[in-house]
C-alpha cells in the first residue's frame, strides 16, 4: 500500500521561505493524484495545493503566487515550496495522495485514501 512521510516542518519569520517534502513509497509518486492540507488550531482542515496525475494544478486563493506544489521523480516525493510566508500560513501542514484515475473535487479531503503524519509550520511575525 502507499505510504507517506513528511519531512519535518520549521520555523521562520514572516516573508521567509519553507520547503516541505513527503516521500512517497508503495507506489510511484507520478502516477498519484497528490495535495498538500493544512489544519490551524480551531480550524477546519483546508486544501492548499492539488495536482493530477496529468498534472492539473490547483491553489487555494490564499496561496496562488506563493507556494508551488511539485514531484521528485527520482526521490518519489511530493513537494511544496513556500515563499513570501505569513502568519496566517502557520498551520500543520498533511501530504496527500490518491490512485484515482481522477478526482472531482480534488480540494476535499475525501478524496485521498493516504496521508501523512503532518507536520508544523510555524510563521511568527
Known amino acids: 500500500s502507499v505510504r507517506l512521510v513528511n519531512s519535518p516542518g520549521g520555523s521562520v519569520q514572516a516573508g521567509g521561505s519553507l520547503r516541505l517534502s513527503c516521500v512517497v513509497s508503495g507506489f510511484t509518486v507520478d502516477v498519484l493524484s497528490v495535495a498538500w492540507f493544512r489544519q490551524a488550531p480551531g480550524q477546519q482542515r483546508e486544501g492548499v495545493a492539488t495536482?493530477?496525475?496529468?498534472?492539473?494544478?490547483n491553489y487555494a486563493d490564499s496561496v496562488k503566487g506563493r507556494f508551488t506544489i511539485s514531484r521528485d521523480s527520482a526521490k518519489n516525493t511530493l513537494d511544496l515550496q513556500m515563499s513570501n510566508l505569513k502568519p496566517e500560513d502557520t498551520a500543520m501542514y498533511y501530504c496527500?495522495?490518491?490512485?484515482?484515475?481522477?478526482?472531482?473535487?480534488?480540494?476535499?479531503?475525501?478524496?485521498?485514501?493516504?496521508w501523512g503524519q503532518g507536520t508544523q509550520v510555524t510563521v511568527s511575525s
Open positions: 496527500a495522495a490518491d490512485g484515482t484515475w481522477t478526482i472531482p473535487n480534488p480540494f476535499a479531503g475525501a478524496s485521498y485514501n493516504y
Open positions: 495536482q493530477g496525475r496529468f498534472g492539473d494544478t
